[in-house]
């Protein structure tokens, strides 16, 4: 396998590992902004009391992230406390029926009334109703969004740094010992003219290497070209005789 091949698959395989690592911090980091949102609602479960007694049904005076409301038996449903700092975030799309269902003890996820936000819920019983506890996550979708833009472009950034210094191996070790085989067949051939370009780094192994064979193609070329002359003298001598 030529060294170029072996760059290319080397790229491939530093691509994947990058890409794996990338899928990887960004699940891992989503999961625990959301174990925070989950926390977040069960100490708001826990301190109910303290939150919302004596407050009026939908009073949003004051600010908060948190949708709240109460599922009597009846199948009254009354919102308490509506989210009035993040303009983008909708209201959970939670039914009477979910409610029910879901009366666990443990959050789950909801669809936003319009749109496309998610919202963490938490169901919890109260004195004579339900209590829904939800919290929109998309600040947690921007922070994850903006996590995957920087490892994205980190990654490109790595694999751009890796190719371009790939190509310059290449350029500097592949490229002349490729032109030194070109001219070490024609000398095969018994051309014994041709010589190795110079090369435009005088300093590296590899221009040594062209600089030492283009001596030693010298010095057999004027052994050779002696060599002829010799012979002609000598040819020379016998015809005079």
């Given at each position: 396998?030529s ?10 395989m530093?691509?994947?590992?990058l ?20 926390r977040?609602l069960?100490?708001v ?11 009026p ?16 038996p ?5 919102t ?5 700092l993040?303009d ?14 879901r009366?666990q003890g443990?959050?789950?996820m ?26 929109s996550?998309?600040?947690?979708d921007?922070?994850?969004?903006r996590?995957?833009?920087v ?6 950034a ?5 190719a371009l ?19 070490a067949?024609?000398i095969?051939?018994?051309?014994l ?6 090369l435009?780094?005088?300093g590296?192994?590899?221009?040594e290497?062209?600089?030492?064979l283009n ?8 052994s ?12 020379q001598f016998?015809a005079?005789?």
């Amino acid at each position: 396998m030529s060294l170029r091949r072996r760059l290319v698959l080397a790229l491939l395989m530093v691509a994947a590992v990058l890409g794996l690592v990338t899928y990887f911090v960004t699940r891992s980091t989503s999961s625990e902004l959301v174990h925070q949102v989950d926390r977040q609602l069960q100490d708001v479960a826990a301190s109910r009391l303290e939150h919302f007694a004596g407050r009026p049904f939908g009073d949003d005076s004051m600010p908060s992230t948190l949708y709240y409301a109460e599922l009597f038996p009846d199948g009254t449903f009354r919102t308490r406390l509506v989210p009035n700092l993040d303009d983008d975030a909708d209201l959970p799309s939670v039914s009477a029926d979910r409610v029910r269902s879901r009366l666990q003890g443990k959050p789950f996820m909801a669809d936003s009334r319009e749109g496309n936000g998610r919202w963490r819920v938490l169901v919890t019983q109260g004195p004579d109703h339900l209590e829904v506890s939800a919290i929109s996550l998309n600040d947690v979708d921007r922070s994850v969004h903006r996590l995957l833009l920087v490892e994205i472009l980190g990654s490109v950034a790595v694999l751009g740094a890796l190719a371009l210094m790939g190509w310059w191996v290449v350029r500097l070790g592949v490229r002349p010992i490729k032109q030194m085989t070109d001219v070490a067949a024609d000398i095969a051939d018994g051309d014994l003219s041709h010589r190795v370009p110079e090369l435009p780094h005088p300093g590296a192994e590899v221009a040594e290497l062209g600089t030492a064979l283009n001596r030693m193609l010298t010095t057999i070329q004027d052994s050779f070209a002696e060599r002829a002359l010799t012979e002609d003298r000598l040819k020379q001598f016998v015809a005079d005789a």
